[in-house]
Every structure is written in structure tokens, then in C-alpha cells.
């Protein structure tokens, strides 16, 4: 039954969706809500485990600022900072809709070294799935390139382990007080919206400088 609401219009579904939510957020009363400790899900890293900037990011798959930073600003950013071993950094899931819900479970589904690729071709084709009427033809027209089959994406998105535990990240930051998409944690530190390459460098530059001395 879910996964027709995940298939559905971003609007359909929205009061499971948050029922679901507030289910994975109340189960989770009582955890510690430090930035780091281990979640339900295995985290997505990208850079070196030593590097001085960890940057958490909280984002939804059919959110337009979120792809906006993942378009215009990640690769900048990825180059600068991830591949010269100065950031870490880390995506996390915060899905607003159940169509976003269900784009986070199929990168999921993926597997490891095609995690960060499919997310990159979601947003990449946002209006694509995101705004198409039927969800599951949305989904087959942009990841039928990775080899995704129609018998797949059905399988994937009846996982209600997988679906229960991204529920819990999303729990989980609004513990830590997230309530916008895109939402940075730069050294524990919150910062929200879209960040320009400019604003990330004079956050991270002098932590970077202070951890040379």
C-alpha cells in the first residue's frame, strides 16, 4: 500500500508519510542527539575519515534548493575541499514527501558504489520524477540507465525496513533541529539554505588553517 503513496504525486500521501515519521520519531525519544553518534543507516562519506571539516548535510531529493547546491555548488566544493582531504562529508536523509522518500530507498537499493551517482542523476532530472504524474514511470524513465527494472523498484520500495529506518534520519535531525532543506552541519555547527562557495570557504578555511598549527 506505501509504496503506491511513494509513487503517488508529492502531495498524496503526505499524512502517512508524516504518520510514519512521527512513529520512527517517537521510537527514537530518549537517543542522544549528538551529530555523530551511529544511526540506523550506514552513512554515505565521501572524503578522508581524518580530514579536520566534517560537513553533515540534511537534504530531500525533491527539494529545488537541494539540488540546486548539488548542481551548482557540489562540484566546486567536492574539488576544493572533499578530493584535497581538508572535509568530510556527509549526506543524510530528510525527505519532505513520500516521492522523496521513496528516491532516497532506490539510491539506497543501489548499493554502495552506485549510491552517490544515482542521487547525482535524481537531481539531475528532478522535474523528471519528481513532478511526473505517474511516480513509477518518473523513476524507470531516469534509472533505467543504471539497469534499474521495473520488478526492482517494486522490490525496493516494499522494504519496510529500509523505509522505517530512513524515516529514523529524518527523525533523528529533527532532534537535532532540522526543519529545512538544504541544512548544513559544518563542525557540529548549523547553518541553512543554499551556501555559495564563497560563504562554505570562510567557514571552513579557518578551521582548516587552525588544525595545521
Known sequence: MYRRQLLGSTAAGFAVFLAN??????????????????????????????????VVEYASMTCGHCANFHLNVWPAFKAEFVDTGKVRFI????PFDPRATAAFMLARCMGDDKWYPTVDLLFRNQPRWARAQDGKEGFLSVLSMTGLKEAD??????????????????ARGQELGVN??????????KYTGVMPIEQLRTVIEPIVAGAKK
Open 21 to 54: 515519521l512521527a512513529f520512527a520519531q517517537a521510537a527514537a525519544v530518549g537517543s542522544a542527539t549528538d551529530l555523530m553518534q551511529p544511526g540506523p543507516l550506514p552513512e554515505r562519506i565521501l572524503g578522508r575519515d581524518d580530514a579536520p571539516v566534517t
Open 91 to 94: 549526506l543524510r536523509e530528510f
Open 153 to 170: 523498484l517494486e522490490a525496493c520500495l516494499s522494504d519496510q525496513a529500509l523505509l522505517d529506518k530512513i524515516n529514523a534520519v529524518a
Open 180 to 189: 529545512s532543506t538544504p541544512t548544513f552541519f559544518i563542525n557540529g555547527e
